[in-house]
């Protein structure tokens, strides 16, 4: 049986006007806002070229876990619904660089939920079909995000910490990959457990709309 070239092509082409990035694509590595962005950590910060770092694209609503200089695991995610901004009661998903401050829900085996970050016992009801609920429920893992940029992320009325900006797993796993969150990073349940699993405390994270246009600041220490 003869099997037309096509039947592999098209599915390339269509991967690629869908912006679909395949798991071992390192071309998100030489973007300028990533370059920069790295390029800060390592001059600002105690931060060194192999270490653990996440990057969030709100544009692909991806996060990137990366080491050297190579993609290890890529997860889909839901930042905001409100879009980005870093004001408290925005509801909106801050941007910049930050580090992760607590890793909370080690012990948890099954989806449960969390209040106040405390484990309630009570396991969530996944939703897999793309529905909004009125429940923001923060389920399974909880990685807690505090701001670097004073200014910006940190201190005032723009603090990623106060405002309780978390990495999480959600209920509404059929909204994943679409902005849905109140301001928070929501992921399926099994990528976040596994996220929590790569990710040491402290690791370094910058949320990013992969457009050059955020302003840069000194990292506060």
């Known amino acids: 049986m003869t099997i037309k070239p096509y039947i592999f092509i098209l599915p390339l082409l269509l991967a690629l006007l869908m912006g679909a990035y395949p798991p071992d694509d390192n071309s998100l590595m030489t973007e300028p806002m990533v370059t920069e962005y790295l390029n800060r950590l390592e001059k600002e910060t105690d931060f060194e070229f192999g270490d653990t770092v996440i990057f969030i694209s709100i544009a692909r609503q991806q996060l990137y876990l990366i080491r050297g200089n190579s993609i290890i695991k890529r997860y889909s995610i839901s930042s905001s619904k409100n879009g980005l901004g870093c004001v408290k009661n925005s509801n909106q998903t801050p941007f910049g660089i930050h580090r992760i401050s607590e890793k909370i829900g080690h012990k948890s085996k099954a989806p449960y939920i969390y209040s106040s970050r405390v484990n309630t016992k009570r396991k969530a009801k996944l939703i897999t079909q793309p529905k909004d609920t009125k429940y923001d429920l923060v389920t399974s893992r909880i990685l807690w995000l505090y701001g670097l940029e004073e200014g910006i992320n940190c201190g005032g009325d723009v603090d990623s910490h106060e405002r309780y900006i978390y990495i999480h797993g959600t209920s509404e796993e059929g909204l994943v990959g679409s902005l849905a969150s109140e301001g928070c990073i929501r992921m399926l349940n099994k990528d976040v457990i596994q996220l929590y699993t790569l990710t040491p ?15 840069s600041t000194a990292l506060s220490h």
């Open 201 to 215: 405390l402290y690791t370094y994270v910058v949320i990013m709309n992969d457009v050059p246009s955020m302003p």
